[in-house]
């Protein structure tokens, strides 16, 4: 099983400042990873997948790189609507598929 | 459109089969072009994935919890089913479907809204 750790586990941020979110993976997922955007009792959204393609209607401040067994996630300027909890997830190999255990973007 | 909607009881007794279904509109649930999952979150936790099934009947479910899950469909109600059984409190949790394009299986989008599964006699 490939297991997906996400750092930090809070991240505090001012309104349009930049974040950075880090998942590693403990053996290389090549870009078969995906990041999600969940907000307080909704269903996660898919943000990005192929580790760096914005899904449809995802606004260009959210970008992703990275492959192999490091990825991260950067929001360029944050939003008011962007304080959500944050996951990465692999399917590069599975079953399973994999999440990470999340990052929450808060409010400094 | 691709839309899912869970459905099934929020409460179900210790040792019992919790028994979910999710309605499929926009696309024929025996498109070739998605696989259709469950995913699970307890309460203030992570997601977990429990399986996916696709249109041929194939299913693929999450080693932890093979024993005990079967995903099923029927195409006459465009309708795919997530039956687990011998719950704990610890299968407590919101329980998610979702589609993945099955280019790149398996990235879910779209997803449910959810439903609250909560165990307890």
């Known amino acids: 099983e490939i297991v997906m750790t996400q750092s930090p586990a809070t991240l505090s941020v001012s309104p349009g400042e930049r974040a950075t979110l880090s998942c590693r993976a403990s053996q290389s997922v090549s870009s078969n990873l995906a990041w999600y955007q969940q907000k307080p009792g909704q269903a996660p959204r898919l943000l990005i997948y192929?580790?760096?393609i914005r899904a449809t209607g995802i606004p260009a401040r959210f970008s992703g790189s990275g492959s192999g067994t490091e990825f991260t996630l950067t929001i360029s300027s944050l939003q008011s609507e962007d304080f959500a909890v944050y996951y990465c997830q692999q399917y590069n190999k599975w079953p399973p598929l994999t999440f990470g255990g999340g990052t929450k973007v808060e409010i400094k | 459109q691709l839309q899912l909607q869970e459905s099934g009881p929020g409460l179900v007794k210790p040792s019992e089969t919790l028994s979910l279904t999710c309605t499929v509109s926009g696309t024929s649930i025996s498109s070739s072009n998605y696989y259709w999952g469950w995913i699970r979150q307890p309460p203030g936790k992570g997601l977990e994935w429990i399986g996916n099934?696709?249109?041929?009947?194939?299913?693929y479910y999450n080693p932890s919890l093979k024993s005990r899950v079967t995903i099923s469909v029927d195409t006459s109600k465009n309708q795919f089913s997530l039956k687990l059984s011998s719950v704990t409190a610890a299968d407590t949790a919101v329980y998610y479907c979702?589609?993945?394009?099955?280019?790149?299986?398996?990235?879910?989008?779209?997803w449910g809204q959810g439903t609250l599964v909560t165990v307890s006699s």
């Open positions: 979702a589609g993945a394009d099955s280019r790149y299986c398996c990235w879910f989008d779209p």
């Open positions: 099934i696709y249109y041929s009947g194939s299913t």
């Open positions: 192929g580790a760096s």
